[in-house]
């Protein structure tokens, strides 16, 4: 399993997607989802690992004008550490349960991490604190309505 996820500069989650495989339609969706996301800004420059499938997936939006044309793709394998470091703590929990043992399971427990995550770091209301916020933020993270 690959769990994606988006992080801006300052180190605040923006989304994150749990797939079965690691292709350019998984990136693809993930960075439709990311880029949709209620509070992001559109980013001038993502940077990635070396996995073959970003360039595919990246030129496919752009072609779908999905993704401005002006947003750089940077392939870096060691500028990709703030992602990293935000996902040590979820890399630290799911090696002391052995890994997860399926994909049901593991979609659950990841999303309830990253709620708390995100909780921990005070980036929940980036905007008024309203009962609309908050159903909006609990249909992202475990897509139920409320």
Known sequence: M?????VDSEGSTIDFYL????????????????LR????????VITVDKN??????????RKE????SGMQLRQ?????????????SIK???LSMLGLKSFRTAKKIL????????LRKKQVFLREKSVKNQKELIHQLFGLTA
């Open 76 to 88: 870096k394998k060691y500028l990709n550490n703030i992602v990293e470091q935000d996902h040590r």
């Open 37 to 44: 996301s209620f509070h992001v800004s559109k980013p001038r």
């Open 19 to 34: 797939s079965k495989t690691r292709d350019h339609k998984t990136v693809k969706y993930f960075f439709k989802k990311a």
């Open 111 to 118: 999303s309830g991490m990253e709620a708390m995550h995100m």
């Open 92 to 94: 630290k929990r799911v």
């Open 65 to 68: 004008k999905n993704m401005p």
């Open 2 to 6: 690959y769990l994606y996820r988006a």
């Open 52 to 61: 073959p499938a970003y360039p595919i997936a990246v030129e496919e939006l």
